[in-house]
C-alpha cells in the first residue's frame, strides 16, 4: 500500500533524505550495528537522542553537546508550537539555525503531548483539541497540522501524528485507537512533502501481541524511511516493556530504521538493543542529573547525600567525562546543595556522557559480535538495575 503522492502540483516529490545502511547483525542476538545518513550528517547506531524539548537540551549548550560526540537531539513540536512559535523559527532559518546546532535533528509530532494532557484534551477523528499548559488557550492539533509544524521547524526525521495509549489500555479502547492511527499515517503522508524531512511511522498496540502484530503490519505496509515503537514505558513494569519491545521490534522492516520513542533507563537501552532497536530518546539522564541523581559504573548515586560532603573521589573513576576528569564529590555536591546552577550542568554533562558512552560500547560489542557478553557483564552491575531512577 503506498500513501504518497507522486507529485503535488508542479512541485516535485523528491525522494527520502535520510537512507538507513545496515552494517552488521550480532551473530547471537537481534542487536544491529547501523548507519543513519541525513542532509545535517551521518548518525551512527545504536544510539541515544538527547531531549531538547523547546529548542535545548536542559543545562546544556551545543558546544557540550558536540563535546560529548551527540550526534542527534530531539526537539517537541507541541512545545515549540506554544512558545516561540514554529513560523517563527521558520522565518529564522529552521530549528538547525535557530538553536545553533549543525547536526541532525528529529522532533516529535506531539502525539505524546496529546496523551499526557489527558485532562485537557479531547480526541476526535479530526485530530486532538486541547488546552495550552501555558495559558490555557485553546488548540487543535491534526496530522496535518503536525506536519505543517514539523516541516517547519526542518528537522532531518518527523514523526506521524499518532495517538498513545496508555500501555495498560483495555483491547476496547485499543482497537479503535489504532485504527485511528493508521488512519491518521495516511493523512501525515499526504500533507508530507519529503523536502527537507523524512517521515517515520509509529507502531502501538499496548501489551498484546495481536494487536501490535496487526498494526506493524498496517503501518510498515506504508513505504517510509523509518520506523518507530510508541506507547511504550507509559505504566507498564519494565519487564513487560522489555518482552514487548522483543516481540514488535522484529516486526519491523529489516533494512529500516527502528526507533523506541520515550525509553528510558540504562537497562532498558542495552536490552532492547539486544531485541534489535536501533534508536533511543528519553528525559531521564537530564532530568535526574537536575535533581542530583547521577548515572555511574557502581550504581545511581544520590549526591546531596551528607556521605559525601568530604569524599575528594571524583563521580565515577571509571567516568572520562569532564566533570569527573576536574571536580571531586565534595564539590558537587556543595555546588547541589547551595543551588548554584552551574551543578546542573556538571550533571547533566555526566549523566548524557554515561547514556553515549554507553551506546558506543554497545556498538563495538555488536561489531565484534559479543553483545551477549557485553548484556550480561551490564547486567551483572549495580547500575543496570532500576531503582525509580
Known sequence: MSLAPESRGDQRVAPSLVRYELLHVDANTGARRGRLHTPHGIIETPIFMPVGTAGSVKAVAPDDLRALEAQIILGNTYHLMLRPGEQLIGELGGLHRFISWERPMLTDSGGFQVYSLAEMRKITEDGATFQSHLDGAKYVLTPERSIEIQETLGADVIMAFDEC?????????????????????????????????????????????????????????????????????????????????????????????????????????????????????????????????????????????????????????????????????????????????????????????????????????????????????????????????
Open 165 to 389: 495509549p496508555p500501555a495498560l489500555s483495555e483491547r476496547g479502547y485499543l482497537e479503535p485507537s489504532l485504527a485511528r492511527t493508521t488512519r491518521w499515517l495516511g493523512r501525515c503522508v499526504t500533507a508530507w512533502s519529503r523536502l527537507r524531512s523524512s517521515l517515520f511511522g509509529i507502531v502501538q498496540g499496548g501489551l498484546f501481541e495481536d494487536l501490535r502484530k496487526r498494526h506493524a503490519e498496517e503501518i510498515c505496509a506504508v513505504e517510509l524511511p523509518g520506523y518507530a515503537l510508541g506507547g511504550y514505558a507509559v505504566g507498564e513494569k519494565p519487564e513487560q516493556m522489555h518482552a514487548g519491545v522483543a516481540f514488535t521490534a522484529p516486526l519491523l522492516p529489516k533494512h529500516k530504521p527502528r526507533y523506541l520513542m520515550g525509553v528510558g533507563t540504562p537497562l532498558d537501552l542495552v536490552t532492547c538493543v539486544g531485541s534489535g532497536v536501533d534508536m533511543f530518546d528519553c528525559v531521564m539522564p537530564t532530568r535526574n542529573a537536575r535533581n542530583g541523581f547521577l548515572f555511574t559504573s557502581q550504581g545511581k548515586l544520590v549526591i546531596k547525600h551528607a556521605r559525601y560532603a568530604k569524599d575528594e573521589r571524583p563521580l565515577d573513576p571509571a567516568c572520562g567525562c569532564y566533570t569527573c576528569r576536574t571536580f571531586s564529590r565534595a564539590y558537587l555536591r556543595h555546588l547541589f546543595i547551595a543551588g548554584e546552577l552551574v551543578a546542573m550542568r556538571l550533571n547533566t554533562l555526566h549523566n548524557l556522557h554515561f547514556y553515549l558512552s554507553l551506546m558506543k560500547d554497545a556498538r563495538s560489542a555488536i561489531e565484534q559480535d559479543r553483545y551477549a557478553d557485553f548484556m550480561k557483564s551490564f547486567l551483572a552491575r549495580p547500575a543496570a538495575v532500576p531503582d525509580g531512577a
